[in-house]
């Protein structure tokens, strides 16, 4: 018996050991000497170009076949190009990543005429942060939240269906603000510069991603004040006297609206594949990706811009995604009514 069973085991690891070192081996000759694109959907100099670009300087040596990865700019329609472009128009071969604006995956719920992709099919790889939006507001017209609620605001933006106009409209329309939005700023960089200069008094939409990179100390100093934080959890780096609008919603339908607006950014900057990446290739990606945010070398070149690294899992991603899609019909209506957005 003991020689059958001996045998037996013998067998198994025959069979299945060097299937397995095959399958490793397929992974590392595929990838080998190739070039793996990270599609952005924003220019450089952007944050979400700076996520990708360190990104890129150490996630290849975690690959098997040790690639090369490199940023592929690929500005338009606040992301939505690179979105379409990496989930209809890549090929799914693990070549092609693609770093997504998250609140495109909630586009197809609340715009399905422009938004032609269904984000629960996508190959997520994991995402680099967790993302809280806030409102900032520089000079001494406003200094807290009632003064939000009894003075006229005007808040910048770039266009009418921009993610921070949007954000601004939201927050207006269910915590009864008075903000009034002076739009066609070429970018939000060029809106904090209005705020500064007194053209407008702040905008929402200012990332704590962002504003740790570019404007941590001004904000330490006190040059401008950021008075609500937009995410589904407080950040801990932002004073405990900043109120987070979950935390004022009147009501549980108040706070499923917030939700779908403001719940993508719980995953930050999601880096996807398209659909249908061979699994074996699909789980060397996420394993590479995983260990990169976890090296110690990346790890001191992202604290030395101070920027924020809080891994998201690709099944955690796919949760979050799958719970916004479950929202009722009616408060989607609901959403698409506030946020202006007409079929």
Known sequence: ????????????????????????????????????????????GSTFDTYARILVRHMGRHLPGNPNLIVQNMPGAGGLTATSYA?????????????????????????????????????????????VGTCAFWGSKVANLADLKTKDVMLGG?????????????????L????????????????R?????????????LLVSSLKVDVWDQFKAGTFKVLLQTGLTRHPDLPSDVPNVFDLAPDEETKNIMRL?????????????????????????RQAFASTLADPVFKEEAAKTNLE???????????????????PQATVERTRSILGITR
């Open 87 to 131: 989930a209809n128009v890549a090929t799914a071969d693990g070549l092609t990543l693609a770093m997504l604006n998250p609140v495109n995956t909630t586009e197809p719920l609340l715009q399905p005429e422009v938004a032609k992709f269904d984000p629960s099919k996508f190959s997520w790889i994991g995402s680099m942060n967790r993302e």
């Open 1 to 44: 018996m003991t020689r059958w069973l001996g045998f037996c085991l013998g067998l198994f690891l025959a069979l299945n050991g060097p299937a397995s070192a095959r399958a490793d081996d397929s992974v590392q000759r595929f990838f080998a000497g190739k070039t793996v694109r990270v599609i952005v959907g924003y220019p450089p």
């Open 261 to 285: 607006v403001f719940a993508p950014w719980a995953y930050g900057r999601p880096v996807m594949a398209p659909a249908n990446v061979p699994s074996d290739r699909l789980a060397a990606l």
């Open 193 to 205: 510069h209005a705020a500064e200069q007194g053209e407008v008094d702040g905008f929402c939409g």
């Open 158 to 174: 770039t266009g009418p269906a921009a993610g921070s106009t949007l954000d601004a409209k939201a927050i207006q329309a269910l």
């Open 309 to 327: 690294i809080q891994e998201v899992g690709p099944d955690e991603i796919a949760r979050i995604v799958a719970d916004i899609y479950a929202t």
């Open 176 to 191: 009864g603000l008075r903000f009034r939005m002076v739009l066609g700023y070429p970018g939000l960089l060029e809106v």
